[in-house]
Every structure is written in structure tokens, then in C-alpha cells.
Nanobody
Framework: QVQLVESGGGLVQAGDSLRLSCAASGRTSSAYGMGWFRQPPGKEREFVAAISGAPSTYYADSVKGRFTISRDNAKNTVYLQMNSLKPEDTAVYYC????????????????????WGQGTQVTVSS
């Protein structure tokens, strides 16, 4: 059984940094992709970043240059370093995992991911 547990969320001020962690169990192969999505209040869940088994990384335009995704395969953990946070980054952040994708564009799609964590709240005040 695959389980994903996010941590590291919290309340910060604009311009601050946070690092989210996602610990995975039950799917430990480094070949699997990992992604971060977020759901702002009243909006749909959206892609934030992903990392493949290669590893290659993918980012939403809104976070490019501010967020960095990385993974530690020995710890079965993926991280999302978030710098220069903005109020519009306020959301529940979800970690997800996906089998290896042939087409890199698939890492951007929610439907590519088959297991999800429960989410962690990130609130950025202005």
C-alpha cells in the first residue's frame, strides 16, 4: 500500500521561505515520478512541480525561479523548497506519485498521478 505524508506547511509572511517534505512508503523505486500540486481556496487543484526518475524537473510558470523540487531516494522523500513566497501561493499543497511517464508533458496532469497525500496548508500573509 502506497502512503504519502506531507509536512512542513505553515503560516509565513510574503518573501519568506518554506520547505515541504513528502515521505513515501510502499513505492520506493526511484523510477517513479513525484509531483506537488496545490489547491488555493475556492479553486481547483493545480500543478506546481514534478520530478521524474531521471531525474528531470518540471515547474508551473507561476513558481519557476522561486520553487525547487528535489528528491532523496535513500530516504524515499521528495522536497519542495519555496522561496520568495507570495500571498497567491496560499493553498493546500499535495504530494503525489506517478509511474514513469513516456511523455514528459504527462507530469503536468493530475490524471497521471495515482496516489496522493492528505495535504499540508501553506498560508502566506501580505
Amino acid at each position: 500500500q502506497v502512503q504519502l505524508v506531507e509536512s512542513g506547511g505553515g503560516l509565513v509572511q510574503a518573501g519568506d521561505s518554506l520547505r515541504l517534505s513528502c515521505a513515501a512508503s510502499g513505492r520506493t523505486s526511484s523510477a517513479y515520478g513525484m509531483g506537488w500540486f496545490r489547491q488555493p481556496p475556492g479553486k481547483e487543484r493545480e500543478f506546481v512541480a514534478a520530478i521524474s526518475g531521471a531525474p528531470s524537473t518540471y515547474y508551473a510558470d507561476s513558481v519557476k525561479g522561486r520553487f525547487t523540487i528535489s528528491r532523496d531516494n535513500a530516504k524515499n522523500t521528495v522536497y519542495l523548497q519555496m522561496n520568495s513566497l507570495k500571498p497567491e501561493d496560499t493553498a493546500v499543497y499535495y504530494c503525489a506519485t506517478t509511474p514513469p511517464q513516456f511523455y514528459s508533458r504527462n507530469y503536468y496532469y493530475r490524471s497521471s498521478y495515482d496516489y496522493w497525500g492528505q495535504g499540508t496548508q501553506v498560508t502566506v500573509s501580505s
